[in-house]
């Protein structure tokens, strides 16, 4: 079992930067790792993923050259820091872990975390 906790959400305005981070917790920290996002009214979608070595990264076209996703399996902490902040970037978002290869796909995640929130204004 693997329990995710993520911080650092919050109200930013719209330019401005954000960086998220996931606590894992339990089994050893092996596993991918994933960004996903929800807002309201919307289907959760992906947003970046890291493979366990933290040598293979991918992107939601949305946010490529924006976000940068990271990992220090010493601290089994998962990073996501967003720069250039748009409104629509504004969600709840989750982290998430998948024993096994890295991969964009939202149900091959086996474990989440309940989300932190971020608020863009424009």
């Known amino acids: 079992q693997v329990q995710l906790v993520e911080s650092g959400g919050g109200l930013v305005q719209a330019g401005g930067s954000l960086r998220l981070s996931c606590a894992a917790s339990?089994?050893?920290?092996?596993?991918?790792m994933g960004w996903f996002r929800q807002a309201p009214g919307k289907e959760r979608e992906f947003v970046a993923a890291?493979?366990?070595?933290?040598?293979?990264?991918y992107y939601a076209d949305s946010v490529k050259g924006r976000f940068t996703i990271s990992r220090d399996n010493a601290k089994n902490t998962v990073y996501l820091q967003m720069y250039s902040l748009k409104p629509e970037d504004a969600a709840v978002y989750y982290c998430?872990?998948?024993?096994?290869?890295?991969?964009?796909?939202?149900?091959?995640?086996?474990?989440w975390g309940q989300g932190t929130q971020v608020t863009v204004s424009s």
């Open positions: 339990g089994r050893t920290f092996t596993y991918a």
């Open positions: 890291i493979s366990w070595s933290g040598g293979s990264t």
């Open positions: 998430a872990a998948r024993v096994g290869v890295v991969t964009p796909n939202l149900g091959a995640y086996n474990y």
